[in-house]
């Protein structure tokens, strides 16, 4: 054989090769990112139709926003608020976080409670106005935190406590997550990296395990605590730490997490907690609920639930489960590791 | 065509495969790239060891964010927003790790090779 002619079967079989290797995995990767809920939403996927695919998933978050938000007066969850003591009848999507919050907040005895909306609106954390508010202040808004104020009376319609305000904030990304997911599955992706504001969100795999850094509590954002590697989605890896949203008063950093027991920030402490579980809903709402609860009193919980978790102590003490033993690798090799079993 | 210009060409086809798969291995591997969003604009450069470089980069409202790149470190060294969270970020050096400006609606991220991060949970 002439080279010339080796050369172009060369040449042919790369081509060729290229194109049915792009054929089986259906297309190039595909990126979107946006703010949406207060935060940046990046969102990776591959398969066919993944640019449309993201697309149509931005749009899914803008209308879940619109209805969610606590902060905009004109979304439905506000206008359930207003409405109280009702009842008033909802949204599908809006019913499922309601019932999902509620779940959450009685199985955790109210560490997780959505009821909390007049409490985070008091400190403001997160927002220009954020402030210690006084005792006084505290103890008014507590009589208006109260899982029990809100309850389903019949299919799709919900009453509330007089003056209670509900507030989806953690959980409301969770749920997001979830839809997002499912749009994934039915969409036909290949796989999907969600990242909605930090709360990661897999579908899928694209061909060797997933490799998520976790947030190191004591240092800057770009710090790294530790990888944990994910063999395929659906899995949900939501963290929730002091280091977040806070606010510095004095020399005394108050976190945004806020017992709704106390009315003050959750002081466990903790400096950060990671739930891993297939249910991004689920995880969102025991993350928060988890922070406020510590490692001793969540582990039940944990356990039912089959949430795996990886907490940071104030002192660097690291818990991690025993089930995540040989999937998560602790880059920050000074701090102490302990396993939960 | 001989029969062993077919074995050869049969092989040759057969060779190409893990070449294809190396180089297009999902997701992307290979070099460090930086990305920088802002709103619906978006810019991809190439990070290289020895190559540094600062840029102001305005959100068109007044606000600035002061971007600098060490090599293949980056962080935003100065800005004028309330909070201040994309400075106290510091130095960002592996793939998936993003700097983040909410009120300039700014994103500053880590992309590609291999043995990096798909994500951060945080």
Known sequence: ?341 | MKRLDLVVAALLFALSFPLILREMGDPPRGALRLSVIQGDSRLDLPLREGVSWTRRIEDGTGGYNVLEVDGTRVRIREANCPDLLCVDTGWIDRPGQTIVCLPHRLVVRIEGAEGGLDGVSR
């Open chain 1, 1 to 341: 054989m002439r080279p010339s002619a080796l050369i172009a079967i060369l040449a042919l079989s790369i081509a060729l090769s290229a194109a049915l290797v792009r054929l089986e995995r259906g297309g190039r990767v595909a990126e979107r990112s946006f703010f949406a809920m207060n935060t940046l939403f990046s969102l990776r996927a591959s398969g066919r139709g993944a640019e449309g695919a993201l697309s149509a998933m931005e749009e899914e978050v803008r209308r879940l926003e619109a209805m969610l938000s606590a902060r905009d007066p004109s979304s439905e969850l506000s206008a359930l608020s207003r409405a109280a003591p009702g009842p008033m009848r909802v949204s599908p999507e809006l019913d499922e976080v309601l019932r999902a919050a509620l779940e959450v907040a009685n199985l955790s005895e109210g560490a997780f409670d959505p009821t909390v909306g007049v409490l985070t609106e008091l400190w403001g954390i997160g927002t220009e106005r954020a402030r210690v508010p006084e005792e006084r202040e505290i103890e008014e808004a507590l009589r208006l935190v109260d899982r029990r104020g809100l309850r389903r009376v019949s299919e799709m319609t919900w009453t509330l406590g007089v003056r209670q305000k509900l507030d989806l904030g953690g959980i409301a990304k969770g749920y997001c997550g979830d839809r997002l997911l499912a749009m994934a599955r039915s969409l036909g992706l290949r796989w999907a990296l969600l990242d909605l504001g930090g709360n990661i969100v897999l579908h899928g795999s694209p061909g060797r395990p997933w490799r998520i850094g976790i947030q190191h509590p004591m240092r800057g954002r770009g710090g790294i605590l530790g990888v944990l590697e994910v063999e395929s989605g659906p899995m949900a890896v939501v963290t929730s730490g002091v280091y977040e949203r806070f606010l510095e008063v004095d020399g005394k950093v108050y976190h945004h997490i806020l017992d709704p027991k106390t009315g003050r920030p959750a002081e466990g402490k903790l400096a950060s907690v990671t739930v891993v579980m297939p249910s991004s809903t689920m995880a969102d709402a025991l993350s928060t609920a988890f922070f406020v609860l510590g490692p001793e009193r969540s582990r039940k919980l944990a356990r039912e639930m089959g949430a795996r978790t990886i907490w940071v102590l104030e002192d660097g003490t690291t818990m991690v489960d025993e089930e995540l033993v040989g999937r998560f690798e602790l880059t920050d090799k000074s701090l102490k590791v302990v396993v939960l079993r």
